[in-house]
């Protein structure tokens, strides 16, 4: 993913008359966006790019809870051992 100002649109890569891929609306040629390039360039509002980013997140973490893997079983244990020796030193 890329940002894409001002400057940039007009551009071979960057188009002046865009449509944002979450709520379809149009992107003025004056408004930064985001841009994720793959098989087909995804153009997206600011502010839908960093919706859509939560809403990725949010579905990597349920789907790495869903299959099984114990990465969270780990990083908790990490956190309460730095939570213990901090408790420790300050004591």
Same mark, same amino acid.
């Given at each position: /993913?890329? !940002?894409v100002?001002?400057?940039?649109? +007009?551009?071979?890569?960057?188009?002046?008359?865009?449509?944002?891929?979450?709520? *379809?609306?149009?992107?003025?040629?004056?408004?930064?966006?985001? /841009?994720?390039?793959? *098989?087909?360039?995804?153009? @997206? *509002? !600011?502010?839908? +790019? $960093?919706? @859509?980013?939560? *809403?990725?997140? $949010?579905?990597?973490?349920?789907?790495m &809870? +869903?299959s +099984?893997? $114990?990465?969270?079983?780990?990083?908790?244990? &990490?956190? &309460?051992?730095?939570? @213990?020796?901090?408790?420790?030193?300050?004591?």
């Amino acid at each position: /993913m890329s !940002a894409v100002h001002r400057a940039d649109r +007009g551009q071979w890569w960057a188009p002046l008359t865009i449509s944002c891929f979450l709520c *379809h609306n149009p992107i003025p040629p004056d408004a930064p966006a985001v /841009m994720w390039a793959g *098989h087909d360039d995804v153009f @997206l *509002h !600011a502010t839908c +790019g $960093q919706e @859509l980013g939560v *809403h990725l997140i $949010q579905d990597a973490r349920e789907a790495m &809870l +869903g299959s +099984g893997e $114990q990465p969270w079983r780990r990083r908790a244990a &990490l956190a &309460l051992r730095g939570a @213990l020796v901090l408790s420790e030193v300050r004591a």
